[in-house]
């Protein structure tokens, strides 16, 4: 059990049987004596991704969520499924869906991540903040475009697209962030 007073941003509880990662979370003063501190959480639904908000007194108990991080790492991909090892068990997993949807221009063989664990089912992917990946297919290199900064379209070694600054080339290694999708340097 865990005290809504103790709750953080990043804990994860257990709401209505799913698992749920406080976002953001403030507290309120009472206003008259004897009523109680309220805390008001903006929470994420684990399994549909909902993002929703809800006050708790900070007398009430939350159950804990069997949910767990895990080292992880992708190993290869299968048509519209990705395989993914646990670092610790050994144990593999095969995601497909959304979850694999979102993350897929991002991976390469063998890339670690963190893998969120939920009653033995895998429901979140946490990507490392960038990704190494080979520029497979740009236009040109833009030449004396130095006045001001332009950017191009680049195809990426797992499909992704993104722009990219207008000196890039074909076969360049390049750093991309995975939160926004954008370039931020060569690697």
């Known amino acids: ?5 103790d709750l953080k941003r990043g804990v994860v509880f257990q709401l209505d049987n799913a698992p749920c990662a406080v976002i953001d979370i403030s507290l309120q ?4 004596r004897g009523g109680n501190t309220l805390v008001k959480t903006k929470y994420r639904n684990l399994l549909t991704a909902q993002v929703l908000t809800k006050s708790f007194k900070s ?3 939350l159950d804990e969520a069997d949910f767990a991080r895990r080292k992880g790492q992708f190993l290869y991909a299968t048509g519209d499924e990705g395989v993914f090892m646990d670092m ?5 997993f095969e995601i497909s869906g959304d979850l694999y949807e ?5 991976l390469t063989d063998g890339l670690d991540l963190v893998l969120g664990v939920f009653n033995e089912m895998v429901i979140t992917i946490e990507l490392p903040l960038t990704v190494e990946l080979m520029v497979t297919e740009t236009a040109p290199a833009i030449k004396n475009a130095t006045a001001t900064a332009q950017t191009k379209e680049a195809t990426l070694e797992t499909g992704l697209i993104i722009q990219v600054p ?10 991309v962030d995975t ?3 954008r370039f931020i340097s060569r690697a």
Do not use: F
């Open 88 to 92: 610790e068990s050994y144990e593999q």
């Open 1 to 5: 059990m865990i005290l809504a007073s």
């Open 166 to 175: 207008g000196y890039l080339e074909n076969d360049e290694k390049i750093k």
């Open 102 to 106: 979102d993350v897929r221009g991002y």
């Open 59 to 61: 007398g009430d108990k």
């Open 29 to 32: 003063s009472p206003t008259a």
């Open 179 to 181: 939160r926004e999708c």
